[in-house]
């Protein structure tokens, strides 16, 4: 289970092959990556299964590595390289080859929630109003629309296979200025908003043009503002989901230099 998301913008492979598949496309590749990822890293004889896994999936990988070769020079692929590479291996994240699909994998650890909580409440107790991130502001608004309501609704899901949407049943609960907070909010907020275009892209959230800025800004400030490269590498090795939310963050400031939207589900 993932949050999936797109940065939207016209390429060849894209006008090739449609929104949709190149969605299904990313999804194979992602799991045929971690398929062999485990394999290797378990230093064990791949089974039955994940032998014929991968076999099943040749025709389409070659699709991929075709898409792949687009991407190298598309402006609207994110890659990995350098350090930022270094956190994807050392957290054991595959890489994405479709450069401008990512996926944010569930459940989403309790380092990182609690990380956000405590950025969030230090930004509330310490910066005057007026300097807030404008989506802070939203939150904290007794009429912001993120009420909480969705995420508090997946807390208590598992699924058949014993997966979660978030490691922590019960959210963490912001004070003083936020005290009619709960991470539940703030999840929401990085949610996004229902798809304009009724799902015809085959995502059904997005994040539009005129709020990408706001969510640049409240993204930049929460992961990255006034943190150090060893404290960023310390908390990547931790959590997966603070590595990927930066990879978001990355996405959503590339959409907004494109000039597009960011698609989500």
């Known amino acids: 289970m993932s949050i999936e998301y797109a940065i939207e913008y016209s390429c060849g492979p894209r006008r090739r092959y449609g929104e949709k598949q190149l969605r299904v496309l990313g999804r194979k590749a992602n799991l045929h990556a971690r398929v062999i990822a485990g394999s290797l890293e378990e230093n064990r004889t791949p089974t039955k299964e994940s032998v014929d896994f991968v076999t ?31 956190r994807m291996a050392s957290t054991k994240i595959a890489p ?80 003083r200025n936020g005290s009619r907070l709960s991470m539940d909010n703030v999840f929401d907020l990085l949610a996004g908003f229902t798809n304009t275009d009724n799902g015809a892209s085959g995502y059904h959230r997005e994040l539009p043009n005129l709020a990408l800025a706001d969510y640049s800004e409240f993204l930049e400030t929460i992961l990255r503002m006034d943190m150090s490269e060893g404290e960023h590498a310390r908390l990547a090795e931790k959590s997966r989901s603070f590595v990927q939310y930066l990879r978001l963050a990355d996405a959503i400031d590339r959409a907004l230099q494109l000039g597009g939207r960011l698609l989500l589900d």
């Open 96 to 175: 994405e080859p479709i450069g401008c699909l990512g996926r944010i994998n569930f459940p989403v650890d309790a380092v990182f929630e609690q990380f956000l909580a405590n950025r969030i409440q230090l930004l509330l107790d310490t910066v005057n109003p007026e300097q807030w991130p404008r989506l802070l502001t939203v939150l904290v608004d007794p009429e912001s629309p993120f009420d909480g309501e969705a995420t508090k609704d997946l807390r208590p899901v598992t699924s058949d296979t014993g997966l979660r949407f978030f490691e922590m049943r019960v959210p963490i609960k912001l004070n």
């Open 56 to 86: 099943n999936l040749e025709s389409d990988m070659q699709t991929v590595e075709e898409v792949a070769k687009s991407c190298r020079e598309c402006p609207a692929s994110l890659g990995y390289s350098g350090d930022e590479f270094g």
